[in-house]
């Protein structure tokens, strides 16, 4: 191959883990972030479902009481 | 006399409604600003090589960064965290001044915001630093300041772990949240203070083609997009469990 083009090209291949690694990292990071807060929504949502049963539930409660 | 009322930042107003949209939008520009990075802007030439090669129409007579890829997204995502961080100390100020606890809600999402992207900033730069000076950290003027408003980002998260009194917590924070960002304009301005300084500082030196200073850009509003639609989603959640919180204690009542 021509000698040149080996020394024009010679940090491309050394470099592309790091290139691969960067670009990887910064989409996993915000990926985890992303998945924590569904993970967070969805639990705080099914809490929220219970309470809103629990509520109505006391309220049946009470107005066959009275 | 009638006594002025706070507006309180909520769940369900027009931020809410346009959040999903941004979050797309920051998606897509993302994408584009990625393309762009490695099909649009040409590679930076580095150090000389004994001759001169015609590559893709133009003469090429030095070896090629690709590793300077990286900067594409390194700068948008540091920029996101200073603002992320501006944010966060508005907040802090805004709940100094009226000290309603929604204030403090907000100023610890943005921070956690900020602290996202910083950790982005930090993985990026040290790619970037490991291949081009062969180190994984040193303690550069820039990396050092940078390190510094990390740990102070984290610090703020671990105090409001530490004090229970929501009063007490959220001022504590707030003077902290505060000194963080009294860091940002030392940190992006410590290059140009300090020349012994070896962090390249693009737009001084005027390193940035038209092709580069718009695929960065691009990438800068479609982070801001991604940064702006996860607050609004976490906001939305934390939201939801303090309503969670507020009916358990009615109902325990």
Known sequence: MNPILVEIYSTVIPSAPYLIAAYALLWAALLV???????????????????????AEQASRSRSER | MTKKTTKLPETGQWPDRVAPAVLVAGALLTTVGFLMAFL??????????????LIGG????????????????????????????A????????????????????????????LLFVVMTMITGEMWTRFEWGVWWTWEPRLTTYLVLMLIVIAYLVLRNMIDEPERRATFSAVIGIIAFVDVPICFMVT???PSSIHPVVVREGGMSPEMGLCVGVIMAGMLCVGFALYRLRFRQVRLEQRVEAVKELLED
């Not at chain 2, 649009?40 to 090669?53: D, L, T, Y």
């Not at chain 2, 133009?58 to 961080?85: D, E, G, R, T, Y």
């Open chain 2, 192 to 194: 140009r203070l300090i």
């Open chain 2, 40 to 53: 649009v802007v040409p590679p930076v030439g580095g150090a000389a090589v004994g001759g001169a090669e």
């Open chain 1, 33 to 55: 972030y992303v998945l924590m807060i569904m993970r967070g929504t969805k639990r705080a949502e099914a809490q929220m479902r219970l309470l809103e049963e629990a509520v």
């Open chain 2, 58 to 85: 133009s003469l090429i007579s030095n070896k090629l960064l690709i590793s300077q890829k990286i900067f594409f997204f390194h700068m948008p995502v540091a920029m996101v965290s200073f603002c992320a961080l």
């Open chain 2, 87 to 114: 944010f966060a100390a508005y907040y802090c100020v805004w709940f100094l001044v009226t000290r309603e606890q929604r204030f403090d809600t907000c100023a610890k999402i943005a921070m956690e915001i900020s």
